[in-house]
Structure formats: C-alpha cells, structure tokens
C-alpha cells in the first residue's frame, strides 16, 4: 500500500514530464487524424455525394469541404468527364497510333442482321454522369447496365436491317436510333447517365466471307461510278442538244415568220400596183419600167446601151466618163 501511495502521489518528475509529453502528443495524433478525416478535396470535374451510415445527406461542389469523421462516408463522381465503353474490342495503347485488340471480345461484335446474314459491329458509347445520386444509388453496377443495354439495343437495331445497309448508307442512321433507344433505356432505368454519343468505329463481314463482301462492294462502288458518269455525260449532252433543237425551232419559226410576213407584204405591194394599174395602164407600165431600169443600169457596169438607130450612144458614154 505505501508503495502504491508513493507512485500515486510522489511521481518524480522526469517520469511526470514525459507522461504530459506523451499526453500532448497523443492528443496531437487525435486531432490531425480527426481533420485528416473530416476535410476532403473534390476535383474541378467532380462533385462529392455523402452519405451518414448509408444514407444519403447531401452533394457537395468542387473544392476542399469537411464531414462528420467516421460517421459519413465520400464518394466523389466525375460528373464533366466524358467517358466511354468500347464494344467487339479494347482499347491497349492511346497516342498517336492507338493499339486495338478485338482477341476475346468476337462475340461482342458478332449479330445476326435482318436478311440473316452476319456482320461484324464495333462501336463505342459515349456517355456522361448527369445525376449523381441515381448513379450511386437507384442500380447495382451502373456500367454493366449500361453495357448490357447497349449491346441488345445494337443487337436489336441492327437485326431490323439488311447487310448491305449496316455495312454501307445506313451506318450514320443506326448509331443515332441506338443512342436515342439507350438514353430512353437510361431514363427508364434511372441509371442517371446521359448518352453523348454512339459512334459505329469499323463494321465489317465475318473474317470468312470478308473477301467476297469485299467483292460485291468493290462491284457496286463501281457500278455506281459507272452511274455517276453516264449521269454527268446525260446532263452535259442533253441540255446542250435541247438547246440546239430549241434553237433551231426558234430559228425556224423566224424564218417562217419572216417568209409568211414577206410574201403578204408582196401580195399587198402587187395588189397596190394592180389597183393603180387598173386605174392608168400606160402611166402604171411606164413608171413600173423607170423603176426596174434604175435597179437594173447600175449593175450592169460598163455596158452600152442604144436604140434601134444607135444615135445617144455618144451621149450615154460621155456620162459614163464624166462619172468616172
């Protein structure tokens, strides 16, 4: 009893310092671990969603926040990255010239079209965070759901449609009904991710037949080319043949115009002289052969002309010189 009366109450004080540093440090210890688990940092591209015992509390922006220690738990959802899930391969190394590998994921890609024939689909779904909560808490493994409804969605899509259409014009139409069924599918499902975009990245035969569909395509690419400059022959030859015909038609019509109102003009001029005619017979004839003889004389060049009795011959050649 004394013994325990004298560390009781006469502690030496080396003994007594290093108890209050002890105390002091361990009190130190408690303090940094509280803050250590009360303060956290949530990135720029990011929001935290709390939860006190599994329930949900609250959502908190970017930037250094604090919780209850021990009692809440963070998680933090990268709600501004765009991120994405890849189909019939996998990414291996992003840069300049990314590396694929599509060994072990053939029966992603591989679906059954509607003419019954196969085709081989690669495709990436684009897709971002938009509702946090639903994200974390209204399904189990958000992704895998994600990934099973994009790939019946494909499925389902592309199974509506012929080879030729999956392989050729109809990619661009497949990708935008895909994402439109896999948003409605989200919604439906509160999976609270919003699909970005689907992007079709090869579409290809089955390995098998790839070389004889390649065949028929180069055919068709062909055969289209073919089309394509018998159309632009067709259009440049065409119009310019309607324009000559058109042409001609107008020319045509002109020269009958020009013929039709011509004739009338001589029906009406000789109809004029026969009335005058009718009228004085010997003055009509007598200015009728003045106005052939001044047409005619001046085409005639150097030529003589003379009566019966050849006397203004002397005359007529005097006019000429003098004319000259």
């Known amino acids: 009893m004394a013994y325990y009366q004298y560390n009781k109450f006469n502690i030496p004080p080396k003994l007594k310092k290093y108890l209050s540093n002890t105390r002091a440090i361990l009190l130190g210890v408690v303090v940094i671990i509280i803050l250590w688990a009360s303060l956290f940092q949530v990135g720029p591209e990011q929001v935290g969603v709390i939860t006190r015992f599994g329930k949900y509390i609250r959502t908190v922006d970017p930037g250094l ?36 590998t599509k060994a072990g994921y053939e029966d992603e890609s591989l679906m059954l079209t509607g003419d019954l ?40 899509i592309v199974g509506d449609r012929t080879v030729d259409e999956v392989l050729t014009v109809g990619r661009t139409e497949i990708a935008s009904r895909v994402q439109e069924q896999m948003q409605t599918m989200c919604r439906e499902y509160s999976l609270g991710i919003k699909i970005e975009q689907v992007v ?23 055969r289209e080319t073919l089309i394509n400059q018998a159309e632009s022959e067709y259009n440049r030859v065409i119009p310019r043949a309607r324009g000559q015909a058109e042409e001609t038609i107008q020319v045509a019509e002109g020269y009958a115009t020009a013929r039709v109102n ?37 085409k005639l060049g150097h030529k003589i002309i003379t009566d019966e009795g050849g006397n203004n011959v002397l005359p007529l050649l005097q006019m000429q010189l003098l004319n000259n």
């Open 200 to 222: 079709l990245q090869d579409v290809n035969p089955p390995e098998p037949v790839k070389a004889a569909f390649n065949a028929v395509n180069e055919a068709q690419q062909e």
């Open 65 to 100: 926040n604090i919780k209850f220690p021990f009692m809440e738990r963070l998680y933090k959802v990268p709600v501004e990255r765009q991120q994405k899930e890849e189909f019939g391969f996998r990414t291996i190394r992003a840069g300049i010239q990314t590396q694929y």
């Open 262 to 298: 011509n004739a009338l003009g001589e029906a009406a001029r000789f109809n004029a002289l026969y009335r005058e005619y009718i009228k004085a017979p010997d003055v009509t004839k007598r200015r009728l052969y003045l106005e052939t003889m001044e047409d005619v004389i001046p």
């Open 117 to 156: 024939n196969l085709g081989d689909v690669e495709w990436v779904v684009q897709y971002r965070i938009d509702d946090p909560y639903n994200y974390l808490f209204k399904v189990r493994n958000p992704v895998t759901t994600l990934r099973d409804i994009s790939e019946a969605t494909m499925r389902q």
